[in-house]
């Protein structure tokens, strides 16, 4: 279990680093790329392993790695503190810094069809004109909901699925009865 505190002060402190230098994307690119070297590959074993020579494990990261120096300098200490494992949190919060900044918001439509792009595309301009920040949205079938759709922003939920109404319709006769 990544310990998402310590991903945090790692993240903010290549953030900071990036927002600086003004290279947000490269570190977002770069961060993604140790998340899944370190974390995620068939070497993570290998990188995490404390009984191998601190060396050897930073050369293999060397040869492995084609990232600018500091982002490097972040793998290998993550490394070093034995958190290897945590660098795809790292990255996750990294990219939730990243997109405050650039005023980006994600949004996920549950629908119980699948939406075309242009669908897509249509709900994400309507969502970045109502809440004044640029919407990448993910969408998501759920045949269960029948029907309408669920919109989740942010820590905000919109349900306007047909299952939900049917739900509360239900609650409302048996309240009459």
């Known amino acids: 279990m990544a310990d998402l ?12 680093l990036a927002r600086e230098s003004g290279d947000i994307d490269r570190w977002r690119a770069d961060l993604g790329d140790i998340a899944e070297v ?7 074993s290998v990188l995490a392993d404390g009984r191998l ?10 040869r492995v790695l084609d990232i600018q120096p500091l982002a490097i300098n972040l793998a290998k200490l993550l490394i070093s503190k034995g958190r290897s494992y945590d660098a795809r949190a790292v990255s996750d919060a990294f990219n939730r810094f990243a997109d405050e900044h650039q005023g980006i918001e994600h949004a996920q439509i549950t629908t119980a069809v699948e939406l075309t792009p242009a669908q ?7 969502l970045s004109g109502q809440l004044g920040k640029r919407v990448t ?10 029907g309408g759709a669920v919109l989740r922003v942010g820590d905000r939920i919109v349900d306007g699925s047909v299952r939900t109404r049917l739900r509360q319709l239900r609650r409302q006769l048996e309240g009459a009865i």
């Open 137 to 146: 949205a993910t969408a998501v079938v759920n045949p269960a909901i029948i």
């Open 38 to 44: 370190l974390a995620e590959s068939g070497a993570a």
């Open 120 to 126: 897509v595309e249509a709900i994400e301009q309507r």
């Open 5 to 16: 505190q310590a991903a945090r002060r790692y993240a903010q402190a290549a953030f900071e």
């Open 53 to 62: 020579p601190l060396e050897s494990r930073y050369a293999m990261v060397d």
